[in-house]
């Protein structure tokens, strides 16, 4: 079983949309990272969590430590959002990162 | 914002052959890794270095793999002879101090 599951695997979006992106986890961890990745393969961190919520722009990430879930949530969709979200966790500080499958997220205009 | 860089961008070689992967850290950044993504999968661990050793590695990383840390600066993944499976995309990356994660472009390997 993978210690890491996202839901939906792949979504479209009408540009202005409110997203959101689910994440649940089978393991203890000290820390849960958001992640994007793009058609060019680069990974970039957007959130890093280990409680309660955070914000960044247009992008929300929570997280409920005793359900083991994460939801990252992106208002007024743009096409330059599109890309894969991938959500991680590391079981403790400095640990190897275990990652999801990823979700793919088509905006279109 | 400090970047963790990698070369090259992407390699072709032939089956057999040796590559080395090449990434320059964050330079007060003590924990290094490198991942792979097979294409159309998700990232895999593949192994993690403090202290100038190995501190853990996956089963992926056998004895065709080897990491080091020449000269404190440089963090290089050696693949002795690669074979077909090896294509993927390799990611380095360091963890910051509070654990934020900070990862390179990504090397493309094409084993043909």
């Known amino acids: 079983k993978n210690e890491v599951e996202q839901s939906p695997q792949n979504l479209t979006a009408q540009e202005g949309e409110f997203i959101t992106i689910n994440c649940s986890y089978s393991?203890?961890?000290?820390?849960l990272h958001w992640l994007q990745q793009h058609p060019g393969g680069g990974i970039v961190s957007l959130f890093m969590?280990?409680?309660g919520k955070k914000k960044h722009g247009r992008l929300i990430a929570t997280i409920n430590i005793q359900e083991k879930h994460s939801s990252l949530h992106i208002t007024a969709s743009h096409p330059r959002d599109s890309a894969v979200y991938i959500c991680?966790?590391?079981?403790?500080?400095?640990?190897?990162?275990?990652f999801g499958p990823g979700t793919s997220l088509s905006v279109i205009p | 914002e400090p970047e963790v860089t990698q070369t090259p961008s992407h390699q072709v070689t032939q089956m057999g052959q040796e590559v080395i992967l090449r990434c320059v850290p964050i330079s007060n950044h003590l924990y290094f890794y490198w991942y792979r993504q097979i294409l159309g999968q998700k990232v895999e661990f593949l192994v993690s270095?403090?202290?100038?050793?190995?501190?853990?590695k996956s089963e992926i990383f056998d004895d065709q793999f080897s990491v080091e840390r020449p000269d404190g600066s440089n963090f290089t993944l050696k693949i002795r002879s690669t074979k077909l499976e090896d294509s993927a995309m390799y990611f380095c990356?360091?963890?910051?101090?509070?654990?934020?994660?900070?990862f390179g472009e990504g090397s493309r390997l094409t084993v043909l």
């Open positions: 270095f403090y202290n100038n050793e190995i501190s853990e």
């Open positions: 990356a360091t963890n910051g101090a509070g654990g934020g994660l900070f």
């Open positions: 393991v203890g961890i000290s820390a």
């Open positions: 991680a966790v590391t079981k403790t500080s400095y640990d190897k990162v275990i």
């Open positions: 969590l280990s409680s």
